[in-house]
């Protein structure tokens, strides 16, 4: 069974909407999919001021940083293994 406001909230499906949660919380933003489990929203990023002087000017690629993880291979490689067990094994469990 659908919730009550399913239908209505497939309708706003790609426009700006405000959600409000029944905790109180507000959430506004994009509606980018709406399923009978939930709604998906795109929240805008929150943007900061950048100062720029006549002697330095700043731009937004400065503030790029590049951030190397080899954790995240490890994991990747864990479920890919774990993954082709399952499938070679026929799941046992």
């Avoid at 709604?39 to 937004?60: N, S, W």
């Amino acid at each position: 069974m659908y919730h009550p406001l399913y239908y209505r909230a497939v309708r706003w499906v790609g426009r700006t909407v405000c959600a409000h949660h029944i905790n109180g919380s507000l959430y506004t933003g994009t509606l980018l999919s709406v399923n009978p489990r939930g709604i998906y929203i795109l929240q805008p990023r929150a943007v900061r001021p950048i100062k720029a002087t006549d002697q330095e000017q700043t731009t937004v690629a400065d503030d790029v940083e590049l951030i190397y993880s080899p954790g995240a291979y490890f994991g990747f490689g864990a479920l890919t293994g774990l993954t082709l067990g399952a499938a070679a094994g026929g799941l046992l469990w």
